[in-house]
């Protein structure tokens, strides 16, 4: 499970936190809107936003996660490609990471926030719960255990194990105290356990 701040972000592909109050983040759409665009037209804007599978904003164009190859310790950080299938674009480059990763294996390091808050998600120190990785870390997610399709384009989704997570426990802008916000989360409901870590 992937936790931020107070949030306990699940298994997904796109996680965003908004905020009820807080600075809106301009964007000039080059795409269709994506969901952080709407949220923001509505006065929401994000605070988090997090995807291994695509731009969350039409204008983003930056890189999704970044993943390590074990066979050499290296890392590579793909961006949004157009489907090539009637889609305008925005989804992550999936080919790429596929090249990179041949013959051996590729683990998740880093999801970006999309936000512009540089709330990017990172391997989760120890905690309540000790990692079974070096220093009581959590254990990287595996780049290639959730793919997915999306207008029939490859992506990947984040699968989480037990003892497997990112997370940032310094998190700027998101609600405090009784301050309102809401998540929008899209997941597999098919994979999951009997427990959750309760993050407030």
């Not at 999801?111 to 989760?124: F, K, R, T, W």
């Not at 998190?171 to 309102?180: I, K």
Request: charged residues 15%.
């Amino acid at each position: 499970m992937i936790i931020l701040g107070k949030v306990l972000i699940l298994p997904a592909g796109i996680i965003m936190l908004m905020s009820m109050t807080g600075t809106e983040r301009s964007h000039t759409p080059s795409r269709p809107e994506g969901p952080c665009d709407i949220y923001t037209a509505a006065g929401f804007p994000c605070v988090t936003a997090h995807s291994t599978t695509r731009a969350l904003y039409g204008s983003y164009d930056g890189p999704l996660y970044q993943f390590m190859r074990q066979s050499d310790d290296k890392t590579m950080d793909p961006g949004v490609v157009p489907s090539g299938k009637g889609d305008p674009g925005g989804n992550a480059d999936a080919t790429a990471q596929d090249a990179f990763c041949a013959g051996t294996v590729c683990r998740i390091t880093t999801i970006y926030d999309q936000s512009g808050h540089g709330n990017h998600l990172y391997p989760a120190p120890p905690g309540l719960f000790r990692g079974p990785a070096k220093g009581g870390y959590n254990t990287l997610p595996m780049a290639d255990m959730a793919p997915i399709t999306i207008m029939g384009h490859k992506a990947y989704g984040v699968y989480i194990m037990p003892g497997t997570g990112l997370r940032n426990n310094n998190a700027a802008g998101l609600p405090v105290n009784d301050e309102p916000q809401g998540i929008y989360m899209v997941f597999d409901g098919t994979h999951f356990d009997s427990g959750h870590c309760q993050p407030w």
